[in-house]
């Protein structure tokens, strides 16, 4: 017999170490994988907040103001209005003829501008049954349907929407400046006029101490962005509260992308950024679910990944759009 072609098994021995070795190397490798695939999810979120303020500065173009915010939560888009302080959608429904989602902003149109008609209903309930990609990061969430249950909890939904069970949603808010407005004798921010008073221009809060890029009905300007352009915060990644994406109980995260002036389509920044954290609700600030840095444009149109642990002080100057500081973000 020739001894040289023998063969030779492995020894369990060897086997474990060969095992173990293996073991290791994924080791390795996974958080590098991972770190990979959350590169490529922030970049992919960067562009979303890209195209968001491309739409906005070619709204600002076409208009001469940014973005309006609509007239409150009860409130969807209309096609038949105009996109200025008479739309009672907001800037999410307004910016989709300039993010290629002109279709979308279609939906709603039946030629009865001050009329809720059941055509019109039904087609906002379409429009806020659409998942939309381009309004979800991909690090906090899969684009898809979540619960509407806060809704249901006040006993109404959309004066011009037929009722949903689940809807869209959004992590990207435009500035809503340093001054949450609440509410006056009378009316309500947030919920917005009755049909009969909105169409009349009637029951809307005075907005006036207002020092961000929307609010209701506003039309920012640019010469009102008197801070400047490259020193305000125009929109980009707002804080969300991840136990509840499945339960629709965060009142900062429980609309349709596409309802009106509420606490889902702004950020604050008279508090400092704050990584998204299960469990810890907070319907106002900036932040994201990225590990260090939330996305955001300036009212130039800018991009900046801005660090979670920015001066608070400089946070409220770059949230403030006309507070007399300048602040130079190429320092930060």
Excluded at 111 to 125: Q, R
Excluded at 236 to 258: C, M, S
Excluded at 317 to 325: A, E, F, K, Y
Aim: charged residues 20%; contains cysteine.
């Amino acid at each position: 017999m020739n001894v040289f072609n023998r063969r030779r098994a492995f020894t369990l021995v060897e086997l474990l170490v060969v095992i173990s070795i293996i073991g290791v190397l994924i080791g390795l490798l996974m958080p590098a994988v991972q770190n990979a695939r959350e590169s490529a999810r922030r970049t992919q979120c960067a562009n979303s907040v890209r195209q968001l303020a491309l739409g906005f500065q070619h709204h600002l173009a076409d208009h001469g103001f940014y973005p309006t915010g609509g007239w409150g939560w009860w409130w969807m888009g209309d096609a038949d209005r105009p996109c200025n302080r008479e739309q009672p959608g907001p800037w999410c429904y307004t910016v989709l003829p300039y993010i290629e989602l002109a279709a979308l902003h279609e939906l709603p149109h039946d030629n009865h501008p001050n009329d809720i008609t059941a055509v019109k209903k039904a087609a906002n309930k379409k429009l806020a049954t659409t998942i939309v990609p381009a309004f979800v990061c991909p690090t906090a969430r899969p684009a898809q349907l979540w619960p509407c249950v806060v809704y249901h909890n006040f006993g109404a939904q959309v004066y011009n929407c037929d009722d949903v069970d689940v809807s869209n949603r959004a992590d990207y808010a435009v500035n809503g400046g340093t001054v949450r407005m609440w509410s006056n004798p009378g009316t309500m921010w947030g919920s917005g006029p009755s049909p009969a008073d909105g169409y009349a221009g009637k029951g809307f809060i005075d907005m006036t101490p207002n020092d961000g890029i929307a609010c209701q009905r506003s039309e920012t300007r640019v010469e009102d962005v008197t801070d400047g352009t490259a020193s305000t915060y125009m929109l980009g990644e707002k804080y969300r509260n991840p136990i509840d994406y499945a339960t629709g109980l965060d009142y900062g995260d429980d609309h349709t992308v596409f309802a009106a002036d509420d606490f889902d389509r702004y950020c604050w920044a008279d508090q400092p950024p704050l990584q998204n954290r299960s469990g810890v609700a907070d319907f106002f600030r900036w932040g994201s679910a990225h590990a260090d840095m939330f996305n955001v444009a300036m009212c130039d149109g800018s991009m900046h990944a801005i660090n979670y642990n920015i001066d608070p002080t400089v946070h409220r100057q770059l949230g403030s759009r006309n507070d007399g500081t300048t602040v130079d973000l190429s320092k930060f």
